[in-house]
């Protein structure tokens, strides 16, 4: 068992912030991502949809024969929480490792959370702050431009459509004068120097990526699932469509070598 991929998936190359900081977190461990290309975006679908593509996702992962598997997506993680409860492996989803990575880092207690329109419709991440601390004050907005923004490779951020999106979603959270906003969607961290030049440095910027990444190490840790065998640190990429963007992503994310070892999945077969 241990010495099997932990599996990573997302609607697309969001989840790949989560594959980044796993690859920094574990270099021993095999991972093997799954990117719904093909699919996404998932955040503006229906949650029966939404529910119905994580299981597809996470059942592809098992038959990839993995140990543990991350849903990489807040959307999935918001509308879709008990996909695990199916699952023969240890499943781990992005908003309650992020909930508490703000409740730690927040010092005025007003939190800011931007996700896809699903995440924030659901209400998952102000449950999960309030049920941290009834004190918090939660203040959510949806920036469904995001994914595409990120999935078409616009994501310089002195690129001016970029800015002006995200002054157009955001602005509004700096007037309650947040002193921390979870990036409640795994693409979200792509956009990052665009969102933190606007934010400015009064706000910390919590990536749910990197926040579950961090949980999911202690927990393999904890579960005694990590890798004993030295011949690891294979990273496998399948995709539902093979997309400019994702070559360009990874490029950007992990170097060439690491972005080319991808293969192409019908989420069906
Ligand atoms: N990375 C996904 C998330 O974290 C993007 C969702 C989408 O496909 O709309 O929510």
């Known amino acids: 068992m241990k010495n099997k991929p932990i599996g990573v998936f997302d609607s697309g190359l969001g989840g790949l912030t989560v594959v980044r900081e796993l690859i920094r977190a574990l270099p021993g461990e095999d991972i093997v991502y799954f990117g719904d290309t093909g699919r996404v975006p998932y955040g503006g679908r229906s949650f029966e949809t939404i529910e119905r593509y994580a299981r597809e996702d996470a059942n592809f992962l098992l038959r990839q024969n993995v140990k543990y598997i991350i849903a990489a997506c807040g959307t999935v993680s918001s509308v879709a929480p008990h996909t695990?409860?199916?699952?023969?492996?240890?499943?781990?989803?992005?908003?309650?490792?992020?909930?508490?990575?703000?409740?730690?880092?927040?010092?005025?207690?007003?939190?800011?959370?931007?996700?896809?329109?699903a995440t924030i419709s659901s209400g998952a991440y102000s449950r999960e702050l309030s049920q941290i601390d009834g004190s918090f004050q939660v203040f959510e907005v949806a920036c469904p431009l995001f994914v595409p923004l990120v999935e078409s490779g616009w994501i310089e951020p002195s690129d001016p459509v970029l800015k002006l999106t995200v002054r157009r979603y955001i602005a509004s959270l700096l007037d309650k004068t947040i002193d921390t906003l979870i990036l409640g969607c795994t693409h979200y961290p792509i956009l990052s120097g665009a969102i933190g030049a606007f934010c400015g440095e009064s706000v910390k910027l919590i990536s749910s990526g990197h926040a579950s990444a961090t949980e999911a190490t202690r927990e393999l840790c904890e579960l005694g699932l990590l890798r004993d065998e030295r011949t690891g640190g294979k990273v496998r990429?399948?995709?539902?469509?093979?997309?400019a963007s994702?070559?360009?992503v990874t490029n950007i994310l992990?170097?060439?070598?690491?972005?080319?070892?991808?293969?192409l999945v019908s989420i069906d077969d």
Do not use: E, H, M, W
């Open 246 to 248: 994702f070559s360009d």
């Open 84 to 117: 695990g409860a199916l699952l023969p492996v240890p499943y781990k989803g992005v908003v309650a490792p992020a909930a508490k990575a703000a409740a730690l880092a927040t010092k005025n207690g007003k939190i800011g959370v931007i996700g896809t329109q």
């Open 237 to 243: 990429f399948y995709v539902s469509d093979i997309t």
């Open 254 to 263: 992990f170097g060439g070598d690491l972005a080319a070892q991808r293969t």
